[in-house]
């Protein structure tokens, strides 16, 4: 509930305990004079009684609590969320507000909660800010693993960055951290090199790391405004692409969409002895369109429009969702 709610629950908490203070617990009994929730919490044997007859702050929720606590569960049911209502969840900090929840996997037993937290709209208040609604939660990570573990699901399996940037030289990290970014904001994951360590060393960390490309940047690569891609997995080298802004970006975004299709192209052939078709039309089309904006991007070192990225990463999501259709159907 509002804070409201919790103050008229907290009196009724006190009036309800005052008698039981003489056998409750040492920490109960301090409880009682800092906070009387949190006697809710306790785990100790003395106090069960006590506590399981204490009062519901359900029976203390004005209308507004209750209505917003009815559409709490409503949206939970429309989730297909499985759901407890428990009256004396007891979180530590005050700051709460009308919800908060434990999460427990279905086969839980005692000290299982994986995940907690709440809602707290007056956090900021309390912080100095504007009043500003949230929501937040912590989990155990210990538990996480454990959970995971009964399931049999392991940890995912780590694949290497996209590119790694190599880089020749410490007047050339600059330029280096700004291509990194570039790629970034365009949704590559890249790696970039120590230039306190030789190319000879970076490019084994690539390979260590289980990069797919590598790239160098240096005094040279900046001079004539050119670099290039190498496949780390099978050794050969792109086109020489310019340095100029996004470039590399799109040329990395090509090369991702080029081994897709090949993983897709590869799975589609291996169904076409059941009597499917080799090629997807659609596929096709679009790829074709791609490699002739790749080609005037890469060759007149021009600029992609938004338009042209677009099209790159609905293509990069099709050739994916293809692709895991083939391999989910029997």
Same mark, same amino acid.
């Given at each position: 509930g509002t804070a409201a709610s919790r103050h008229r629950y907290m009196e009724a908490l006190r009036e309800h305990f005052r008698p039981h203070l003489p056998t409750l617990s040492k920490d109960s009994q301090r409880r009682f004079e800092t906070n009387v929730l949190r006697i809710l919490d306790s785990k100790e044997a003395q106090d069960r009684a006590a506590v399981a007859a204490a009062p519901s702050i359900l029976d203390f929720l004005d209308e507004a609590d209750t209505l917003h606590f009815a559409e709490v569960k409503r949206a939970l049911e429309a989730a297909g969320i499985e759901y407890l209502v428990d009256p004396f969840i007891v979180r530590g900090l005050d700051y709460y507000t009308r919800t908060v929840w434990e999460f427990e996997p279905a086969s839980a037993g005692g000290q299982s909660t994986v995940g907690a937290g709440g809602r707290y709209d007056a956090l900021m208040e309390i912080l100095g800010g504007p009043p500003t609604p949230g929501v937040g939660f912590a989990t155990g990570i210990e538990r996480m693993a454990i959970n995971?573990?009964?399931?049999?699901?392991?940890?995912?399996?780590?694949?290497?960055?996209?590119?790694?940037?190599?880089?020749?030289?410490?007047?050339?990290?600059?330029?280096?951290?700004?291509?990194?970014?570039?790629?970034?904001?365009?949704?590559?994951?890249?790696?970039?090199?120590?230039?306190?360590?030789?190319?000879?060393?970076?490019?084994?960390?690539?390979?260590?790391?289980?990069?797919?490309?590598?790239?160098?940047?240096?005094?040279?690569?900046?001079?004539?405004?050119?670099?290039?891609?190498?496949?780390?997995?099978?050794?050969?080298?792109?086109?020489?692409?310019?340095?100029?802004?996004?470039?590399?970006?799109?040329?990395?975004?090509?090369?991702? /969409? *080029? #081994?897709?299709?090949? &993983? @897709?192209? $590869?799975? %589609?052939?291996?169904?076409?002895? +059941?009597?499917?078709?080799?090629?997807?039309?659609? /596929? *096709? #089309?679009?790829?074709? &369109? @791609?490699? $002739?904006? %790749?080609?005037?991007?890469?060759? +007149?070192?021009r600029l992609p429009t938004d338009d042209e990225w677009d099209t790159a990463c609905q293509l990069l999501d099709l050739l994916r969702s293809q692709l895991e259709r083939i391999e989910h159907t029997p």
């Open positions: 995971l573990r009964e399931r049999g699901l392991g940890p995912l399996a780590v694949t290497g960055p996209d590119v790694y940037i190599g880089v020749a030289g410490r007047e050339a990290h600059g330029e280096a951290i700004r291509r990194a970014r570039e790629l970034r904001l365009r949704g590559q994951s890249v790696v970039l090199g120590d230039p306190s360590r030789g190319i000879g060393a970076q490019k084994r960390h690539a390979g260590q790391l289980g990069a797919r490309d590598w790239l160098v940047i240096g005094n040279r690569e900046i001079s004539t405004g050119l670099t290039f891609f190498r496949d780390l997995e099978t050794g050969t080298d792109g086109d020489t692409v310019p340095l100029g802004e996004m470039t590399l970006a799109f040329e990395s975004m090509f090369r991702k /969409v *080029e #081994r897709l299709h090949e &993983a @897709f192209a $590869t799975a %589609r052939a291996r169904r076409a002895g +059941d009597g499917r078709p080799a090629d997807d039309p659609l /596929v *096709e #089309r679009w790829l074709a &369109a @791609f490699r $002739t904006t %790749r080609n005037a991007v890469v060759h +007149d070192d």
